[in-house]
């Protein structure tokens, strides 16, 4: 059973002022973490600092299986975990389906061709993320939303345990931003760890099982989303505005009420 | 991808025949001259030609730049101080030590520009501006060398900026091979990891890519191949611009197609533009550096309106 640890992990783009600090939460496999706060909260730095990315100054403990991730070897990692940054380059001139399959790098050699089980799974995650479609069309020539599912699709076809994402649902509509959070919801249920910060609660329906909420790069909740969201007036300090999470019906998504809901 | 190889392949063919017949006194010259004028001048068009469009088609990926070319990292500017002081010297050097001196030049300056980078984060746009000020430095020392000139050795000194093909014998195209093989096998073994940098830094880490060593890596790959064809034929440009551009647009933008393809089609413009440079101002001949120029003003404009891709 997998699980990604993370102890007191700060992370900064200069070694002595980190942007996030002292964050520490155990994931386990089958969850969905949404990471929750205002602008400039440290929610991207978060992920980055899982990663540890050049130019990322971190300190702080984060293993996945008890392995220290970042001590893993690139190339081991990239089988593991997999991310997506909220606004990744648009590479020209190639097709969707070349760019999903950008996302096997780390299964196979840095010059071999992509081999006839490469392009089943690269085939299968355009499909999972309701873009078969678009298997031929180049990248440059689609929308941001389109751009934005051949991008998850790639993530989908590293085959990893974890997966980070950074706002998935920015540039979908009502209907694929729906159908993303089901399909994260579905890869939980098959055992994969998935990390994503939103702003956009209610777009997830009720897909996440746990809540980080960050402010001002200090963790000020994680837990069950019941139990963060219970707190009317943590949230509303967050955000400097009176608000309200509440689920639409018992077993329902989520629904956000800024400004209060009477 | 296969028309385009096709296309290449037939312009290549062209070009060789034609640029064998091109010169005084056309198919009916000796072949002493064949094969000692003209055939090692086809080689070394075909030689630099595809060192200089597959090191612009590596620094476009790496430096996430689509006007990125050699020259970016400050090569051309270095090759030309080097080259103004042994000018401006005097001295008679074996021609050997002249290319490899353009060369040295051209590789300290793609040195400086990734220590002046390495003051930032060493990413693309650090090292675009290291390189850009690398330029201008090269560009106001080789400017003081000229002031410093007496007329016979100014005129020398601009005429070798502008390129030159005429070689009699095969020395060139030997000084070249090495970087060229040098060049060539590596980035041939890397297209893989070049597609991964068109992704941007992070996903390309993420997939597992060491992006501060693949892009030194990478740069040095650039520089060994920009700069040995530099020695050899002079600081000409565009064609680390040109080809990878159209290439891109006739074969898409995987690089496991694109670099091949740039190779092959460098060869092709340098051949052509060579046979242009002959028979233009026949029985003189304008400097390659010259057509190249004329090709790349326009074309550069062609990307303000088309909005270069990457």
């Given amino acids: 059973m997998s699980e990604l640890t993370v102890k007191d992990l700060s992370v900064g783009y200069t070694a002595d002022s980190p942007a996030v600090s002292g964050i520490s939460m155990e994931i386990a496999e089958g969850s969905v973490t949404a990471v929750i706060g205002p602008n400039g909260s440290g929610k991207s730095t978060l992920l980055k600092g899982i990663l540890c990315f050049p130019g990322i100054h971190s300190s702080g403990l984060v293993t996945l299986d008890s392995v220290d991730v970042h001590s893993m070897k690139r190339t081991q990692r990239a089988r593991r975990i997999a991310y997506l940054p909220q606004h990744p380059p648009v590479p020209a001139g190639l097709t969707a389906i070349e760019t999903v399959l950008l996302g096997r790098f780390p299964h196979r050699s840095a010059w071999s061709n992509d081999s006839g089980k490469d392009i089943e799974i690269a085939l299968e995650a355009l499909e999972m993320v309701g873009a078969g479609h678009l298997s031929q069309k180049f990248t440059d020539e689609m929308s941001g939303g389109e751009s934005r599912l051949v991008n998850l699709a790639a993530v989908l076809s590293q085959k990893t345990d974890v997966i980070l994402l950074d706002e998935p649902g920015s540039s979908l509509d009502y209907g694929h931003a729906a159908q993303l959070w089901k399909l994260l919801s579905d890869l939980a249920a098959r055992g994969i760890i998935i990390l994503a910060t939103t702003h956009r609660i209610e777009m997830s329906g009720n897909a996440f099982n746990k809540v980080l909420l960050l402010s001002e790069g200090r963790s000020l909740a994680f837990g069950e989303p019941e139990e963060v969201f219970s707190s009317g007036d943590l949230l509303s300090a967050v955000y400097n505005t009176p608000m309200e999470v509440k689920r639409s019906s018992p077993d329902g998504g989520w629904i956000v009420f800024p400004g209060g809901s009477s | ?310």
């Avoid at chain 2, 940098?197 to 990478?218: C, D, H, I, W």
């Avoid at chain 2, 006739?250 to 091949?260: C, E, K, N, T, V």
């Avoid at chain 2, 533009?273 to 326009?298: K, N, Q, W």
């Fill in chain 2, 1 to 310: 991808m296969k028309r385009t190889l096709e296309v290449l392949l037939l312009l290549a063919v062209l070009g060789i025949a034609v640029s064998l017949v091109t010169g005084p006194l056309g198919w009916r010259a000796p072949s002493r001259v064949i094969m000692y004028l003209r055939l090692p001048r086809i080689l070394l068009a075909i030689t630099a030609g595809a060192s200089l469009a597959v090191s612009g088609c590596i620094l476009q990926a790496v430096l996430r730049n689509p006007l990125a070319t050699p020259y970016t990292l400050g090569i051309s500017a270095g090759a030309g101080v080097t080259a103004g002081f042994i000018i401006l010297s005097g001295v008679t050097l074996p021609v050997f030590i002249v290319y490899l001196s353009g060369t040295a030049g051209a590789l300290a300056a793609a040195t400086l520009t990734w220590f002046l980078a390495s003051r930032g984060s060493r990413d693309h746009s650090s090292l675009i501006l290291a390189g850009v000020t690398v330029n201008l430095l090269g560009a106001s020392v080789l400017l003081l060398i000229e002031y410093m000139s007496p007329a016979s050795r100014l005129v020398e000194i601009i005429r070798w900026m502008m390129g030159d093909l005429a070689v009699a014998g095969y020395t060139r195209v030997l000084f070249l091979v090495p970087f060229l093989v040098a060049g060539m096998i590596p980035a041939l073994m890397k297209t893989g990891t070049l597609n991964q940098f068109l992704t941007g830094t992070e996903v390309a880490e993420s997939r597992g890519v060491n992006t501060v060593r693949e892009r030194l890596f990478l740069l040095i790959t650039a520089a060994v191949l920009a700069g040995g064809a530099v020695g050899a034929v002079g600081p000409v440009g565009f064609v680390g611009l040109i080809v990878p551009h159209t290439v891109r647009r006739l074969a898409g933008g995987d690089y496991r197609r694109l670099l091949p393809l740039s190779a092959l089609g460098g060869a092709v413009l340098m051949i052509w533009a060579d046979i242009f440079s002959r028979v233009i101002v026949t029985p003189a001949e304008l400097p390659i550096g010259v057509i190249l120029s004329l090709l790349g003003g326009p074309f550069f404009l062609y990307l303000l309106v088309k909005k270069p891709t990457l």
